[in-house]
């Protein structure tokens, strides 16, 4: 079985600032993907930023960029610049091929971001 | 519009009565999920739709727990005699079939088993 685990339930940011939200993942397989998704209190998921695991760069977009540590199945996320709309749940996910795209979830870091 | 509806928004019912939670994926999209997020916790799978394929259903946590999907499209949660903790709020995703791709959501049904 797949788990996630985010080890921060909050975590709290000063505008403008940079703040990174852990993730760890245990499984057998060799290629999956790794997903971050948002959860702003609309209750609607929005993918933040996805990883490939046979890919070695670190997938970056705009102010999110990923620290994908393969071996040590480590996933994080870091924001730059934060700003208060980037207040909101985050969630740590994977997937793997003969899954379809069966996401399976950590439990989720709450950004706090301070004006 | 174009993203994945759900219906309702909300849902109140009384312990014991049948409930129908109703998800429209994303037109062309093939693959289809339901989720369940119970108050401050991730989200826990429940059931996956892929094309005509038989569906995934290891995730269901009781026989009161099913789910339908008409003509490729329009999936329906049923949850029968409910009971208190079922109460949570039920999120659909839908996405194109290609491992990988992301995952649309809907805004999810909030059940209140009372």
């Known amino acids: 079985a797949q788990t996630v685990t985010q080890s921060q339930p909050e975590m709290s940011v000063q505008e403008a600032e940079t703040v990174t939200l852990s993730c760890t993942y245990d499984t057998s397989e060799s290629d999956y993907y790794l997903f971050w998704y948002k959860q702003p209190p609309s209750r609607q998921m929005i993918l933040v930023i996805r990883?490939?695991?046979?890919?070695?760069q670190n997938a970056t977009e705009n102010r999110f960029s990923v620290n994908f540590q393969k071996a040590a199945k480590s996933f994080s996320l870091k924001i730059s610049d934060s700003q208060l709309g980037d207040a909101a749940m985050y969630f740590c996910a994977d997937s793997y091929n003969n899954a379809g795209n069966m996401l399976t979830f950590g439990g989720g870091t709450r950004l706090m971001v301070k004006p | 519009g174009a993203g994945v509806s759900q219906s309702p928004s909300n849902k109140v019912t009384e312990k014991g009565k049948d409930v129908e939670l109703r998800c429209d994926p994303i037109?062309?999209?093939?693959?289809l999920y339901w989720y369940r997020q119970s108050l401050g916790q991730g989200l826990e799978f429940l059931i996956y739709?892929?094309?005509?394929?038989?569906?995934?259903k290891s995730g269901l946590p009781s026989d009161r727990f099913s789910a339908e999907r008409t003509g490729g499209s329009v999936s329906t949660l049923t949850i029968q005699r409910t009971q208190q903790e079922d109460s949570a709020v039920y999120l659909c995703?839908?996405?194109?079939?290609?491992?990988?791709?992301?995952?649309?959501f809907g805004q999810g049904t909030r059940l209140t088993v009372v």
């Open positions: 739709f892929q094309g005509n394929s038989a569906p995934d």
């Open positions: 995703a839908s996405s194109p079939p290609h491992w990988g791709t992301e995952a649309f």
């Open positions: 990883q490939e695991a046979y890919k070695q």
């Open positions: 037109s062309g999209h093939t693959a």
